[in-house]
């Protein structure tokens, strides 16, 4: 079992700064990728950032120029750098995990932490 626990949501006005952190911790083998998804309230969950195990990193539009995703693979963690943050990144930040599977061509196992509350106001 993997098991994912995050960091370093609050509360921030807008144009400040916040760092999520997560560790993960557990039977971590063929890693696929970390990363960071969000919802907000009334909305379905989205990607915000990955980086993948060879670290390529895809970011959301929205967030793209704001933030950073950067891992520690000897540790297993992953941290999300948001700068310049809007109201409208307000949401649950939830720590993302991909294990592949040992079967060529089959999905991917996906864990997920509980999350944390970014709250930015205007």
């Known amino acids: 079992q993997v098991q994912l626990v995050e960091s370093g949501g609050g509360l921030v006005q807008a144009g400040g700064s916040l760092r999520l952190s997560c560790a993960a911790s557990?039977?971590?083998?063929?890693?696929?990728?970390m990363g960071w998804y969000r919802q907000a309230p009334g909305k379905q969950r989205e990607l915000v950032a990955i980086?993948?195990?060879?670290?390529?990193?895809n970011y959301a539009d929205s967030v793209k120029g704001r933030s950073t995703i950067s891992t520690d693979n000897a540790k297993n963690t992953v941290d999300l750098q948001m700068n310049s943050l809007k109201p409208e990144d307000t949401a649950v930040y939830y720590c993302?995990?991909?294990?592949?599977?040992?079967?060529?061509?089959?999905?991917?196992?996906?864990?997920w932490g509980r999350g944390t509350q970014v709250t930015v106001s205007s």
């Open positions: 557990g039977s971590i083998f063929r890693l696929n990728a």
């Open positions: 993302n995990l991909q294990i592949r599977s040992i079967v060529p061509g089959y999905p991917t196992e996906d864990y």
């Open positions: 980086i993948t195990s060879n670290g390529r990193t």
